[in-house]
């Protein structure tokens, strides 16, 4: 079955540090989002990217996060200067069309440790 | 009153047991429902999912909608061991960008 990668699994960071978030959607779907789940909480919605541009953010993605696609395959997102509140798994997901149609697939993960 | 309601559990079952996972909402321009379920540190993966009122079986796994109530379920039957995982009622609807919204999730165990 297709799968939705994501590299790298574990990232530790020092606060105030960059980070980039590295996905590989599956190749022939349109959608592509990020979730966020910190620590024995819920799945929350970060941003989806459709047609090389954002849809839809949530509040949490203010101006410090940033998504970018930048060769086709590739699907990124960026913390600009981390805070100890953004440790928490990171999911990239893809569908071939909007989840009402077609099935959200998700990534395994990336655990994002800030210290 | 919150978008998504989810007992997040634990529920501990014996192996073979019914399981019953429920999730009440709000939002009524939410149009499909669907059921993750998640082991620990892994992604979501999609087990179900429905957009009307009713029932949807797939193999030992029954999704349910009452739209009328904003109630959804999903059974599991004979339930195995390998079926202990966090079990995330989702929604999808209120926008046209493939926001999802999450229910909490409940943690199931089925002991041998």
């Known amino acids: 079955e297709p799968e939705v990668t994501q590299t790298p699994s574990h990232q530790v960071t020092q606060m105030g540090q960059e980070v980039i978030l590295r996905c590989v959607p599956i190749?022939?779907?349109?959608?592509f989002y990020w979730y966020r789940q910190i620590l024995g909480q819920k799945v929350e919605f970060l941003v989806s990217?459709?047609?090389?541009?954002?849809?839809?953010k949530s509040e949490i993605f203010d101006d410090q996060f940033s998504v970018e696609r930048p060769d086709g395959s590739n699907f990124t997102l960026k913390i600009r200067s981390t805070k100890l509140e953004d440790s928490a798994m990171y999911f990239c997901?893809?569908?071939?069309?909007?989840?009402?149609?077609?099935?959200?697939?998700f990534g395994q993960g990336t655990r994002l440790t800030v210290v | 009153q919150k978008e998504v309601e989810q007992d997040p559990g634990p529920l501990s079952v014996p192996e073979g047991a019914i399981v019953s996972l429920n999730c009440t909402y709000s939002?009524?321009?939410?149009?499909?429902f669907m059921w993750y379920r998640q082991y620990s540190r892994k992604g979501p993966e999609l087990l179900m999912y429905?957009?009307?009122?009713g029932n949807k079986e797939d193999g030992r796994f029954t999704a349910q909608v009452d739209k009328s109530s904003k109630y959804i379920s999903l059974f599991i039957r004979d339930s195995q061991p390998s079926d202990s995982a966090t079990y995330l009622c989702?929604?999808?609807?209120?926008?046209?960008?493939?926001?999802?919204?999450f229910g909490q999730g409940t943690t199931l165990q089925v002991k041998p």
């Open positions: 990217f459709y047609n090389n541009e954002i849809s839809e």
């Open positions: 939002n009524s321009a939410f149009q499909y």
């Open positions: 997901a893809s569908s071939e069309a909007l989840p009402g149609w077609g099935r959200a697939f």
């Open positions: 989702a929604f999808f609807g209120s926008s046209n960008t493939g926001k999802l919204i």
């Open positions: 190749s022939n779907h349109l959608y």
């Open positions: 429905t957009y009307s009122s």
